[in-house]
Nanobody, 121 residues
Framework: VQLQASGGGLVQAGGSLRLSCAASGSIARVNQMGWYRQAPGKERELVILNFRDGSTNTADSVKGRFTMSSDNAKKTVSLQMNNLRPEDTGVYYC????????????????WGPGTLVTVSS
């Protein structure tokens, strides 16, 4: 299972960016898929996570500014980030919790390589 993310870059405060992530491999089904981020000198934290049942877990710090859309059939997610703030700066990681299709299905967590988002004040 591989995750390939795109987007990110440098933007001024108040601006917008869009991140996309596509999962590939022998994926039977997706349990969870979304985004985490890690700011300089801080631990990785949840940004937004979409669950198989349609529910979403969103960090309070991004509610009302970030939205995630997903296409389960294509196994892709996109993160629309509006009204960005300098504290949103960090490396954003796509994450997926999936069942891998094999002779016997097994569950696996996968992380993308990370994409840098920099918000200048």
């Amino acid at each position: 299972v591989q995750l390939q993310a795109s987007g990110g870059g440098l933007v001024q405060a108040g601006g917008s960016l869009r991140l996309s992530c596509a999962a590939s491999g022998s994926i039977a089904r997706v349990n969870q898929m979304g985004w985490y981020r890690q700011a300089p000198g801080k631990e990785r934290e949840l940004v937004i996570l979409n669950f198989r049942d349609g529910s979403t877990n969103t960090a309070d710090s991004v509610k009302g500014r970030f939205t995630m859309s997903s296409d389960n059939a294509k196994k892709t997610v996109s993160l629309q980030m509006n009204n960005l703030r300098p504290e949103d700066t960090g490396v954003y990681y796509c994450y997926a919790d999936v069942w891998v299709a094999d002779a016997v299905e097994y569950r696996r967590n996968a992380w993308g390589p990370g994409t840098l988002v920099t918000v200048s004040s």
